[in-house]
């Protein structure tokens, strides 16, 4: 029997009709006959709640009580889950990460999986029951508690996946897959059946929300095969593996030239904060003891660029006021869309088209890499971007 990871996110599992329903759909795969181990995250908004409860509390909260606070949030969704499950007549049992043998480095707030003693999970599948893991949580090797970083439990489930030699690994949340943007944005966007570990490293690198971008990066690493589909109606959803050239799997002669450029989907990142310091031996300090997850980092001339997300402001500018760093400067004005794909850069028939489109949004700086070109924008003009960006690159692709 094949071993089978599952997690729920945050608004899969937001109340309790919703755990009902998921308890429900899931008593059908326990009867198929797999063995089930479910990852969930916090029911939606709890772990801001808790954030914010801190910082109501203390400017700058220690990182050891925060994450004792944090991880309190998967610990409701899953005894709830397991309960619900109990209800349907099936043996369950859940279990916090440092139960679940989930060891990871000493770095509160942002730490780093090591390995994976899943005995107690191995013991509680051998005995038929369906073991829930709380996700975003481990047990560091001074065994304190600890948490992966905001939207981490996609890590959880598939660092699990890869210990527990899992058949495959299933992430349910709010939409159908991955699709060519952000659904909820862009309402044309298109659902992608099949993509490359390559191109959801860039676009969860970019800030596509759907999967946390160290959870992809685990699966390329480990060769996890990955289902991203609704928790809705468990219908088929996207299958995220290894590609074949030519960047994402379906795309096979859609091009009218061997050499065509094939965007593969548009991700976008707002709510960012851009720290600018004075690139010295003292900001090099700084970023040694840095503790917030960075979404982008630059040094352009004698300045340090350093992107986060503005939930984070208060306890940086406390950090680096703390650190004898008064002089440096916040925007938070400021956004990005990136295209995600292959051949983009080296054609500048195409950045040109892509810099006409943008023009009248007042875009701000333009680079790329080798699977990306992206772009920095006004905020304001983020859902417009996007929009015209779907409309004139993907348009009615199939
Ligand atoms: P969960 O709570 O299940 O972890 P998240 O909110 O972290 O869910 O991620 C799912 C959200 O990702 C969707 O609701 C959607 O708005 C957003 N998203 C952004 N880009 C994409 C994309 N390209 N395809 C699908 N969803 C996307
Ligand atoms: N509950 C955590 C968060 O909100 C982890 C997760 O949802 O993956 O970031
Ligand atoms: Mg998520």
């Known amino acids: ?21 998921i308890a429900q759909r899931l008593a059908k795969d326990y009867r198929s006959g797999d063995k089930l181990v479910l990852v969930v995250s916090a029911m939606a908004k709890t772990t801001d709640k808790l954030f914010d409860l801190a910082y109501q509390i203390s400017p700058h909260p220690s990182r050891r ?10 610990r409701i969704s899953m005894s709830l889950l397991s309960l619900a499950l ?5 043996a369950s049992i859940s279990f916090t990460g440092s139960q679940s043998g989930i060891i990871t480095d000493k770095r509160h707030g942002n730490a780093r999986i090591l390995k994976v003693n899943a005995f107690r999970i191995h013991e509680e599948l051998a005995r038929g029951k369906v073991v829930i893991v709380a996700g975003f949580q481990g047990v560091s090797t001074s065994k304190e508690i600890t948490t992966l ?16 030699g899992a058949e495959r690994c299933e992430i349910y949340t709010d939409v159908a897959g991955v699709f060519t943007a952000d659904p909820r944005i862009v309402p044309d966007a298109k659902f992608i059946p099949e993509i490359g570990y390559q191109d959801m490293l860039a676009l969860a690198y970019s800030g596509s929300k759907v999967m946390h971008p160290r959870a992809v990066e685990y699966a390329c ?15 088929n959803g996207t299958i995220m593996q290894a590609e074949l050239p030519g960047g994402v799997l379906d795309n096979k002669g859609k091009g ?27 900001a090099v300090e700084l970023l040694k003891h840095w503790q917030h997850e960075i979404f982008k980092l630059a040094q352009i001339e004698g300045e340090l660029e350093i992107y986060v997300e503005s939930k984070y402001a208060q306890d940086i500018d406390f950090y680096l006021k703390q650190k004898g760093c008064q002089n440096f400067q916040k925007n938070d004005e400021m956004a990005f869309v990136v295209l995600v794909g292959l051949g983009l850069a080296s054609d500048p028939l195409f950045v040109a088209q892509v810099m006409e489109l943008m023009l009248p949004l007042k ?10 070109l992206e772009l920095m924008l006004p905020r304001e003009s983020i859902p417009e971007a996007l929009k015209l960006l779907h409309q004139e690159i993907i348009g009615d692709r199939k």
Request: hydrophobic letters at 40%.
């Open 65 to 74: 009580e925060l994450d004792m606070l944090l991880t309190a949030g998967e």
């Open 256 to 282: 009218d030239k061997m050499e065509d450029r094939f965007v593969s989907a548009i991700a976008h990142k707002d709510n960012l904060m851009q720290y600018r310091l004075t690139a010295n031996a003292h």
């Open 221 to 235: 690493k480990y060769r996890v095969k990955v289902e991203i589909k609704s928790s809705f109606s468990f219908d």
């Open 86 to 90: 109990l209800e349907e007549g099936i």
């Open 149 to 164: 970083g905001r939207g981490g439990s996609d890590t959880s489930a598939v660092a699990l996946a890869s210990y527990l």
């Open 1 to 21: 029997m094949a071993i089978v990871v599952k997690k729920f996110g945050g608004s899969s599992v937001g109340n309790v009709e919703l755990i009902r329903g």
């Open 363 to 372: 875009l701000q700086r333009i680079c790329h890499s080798e699977r990306a």
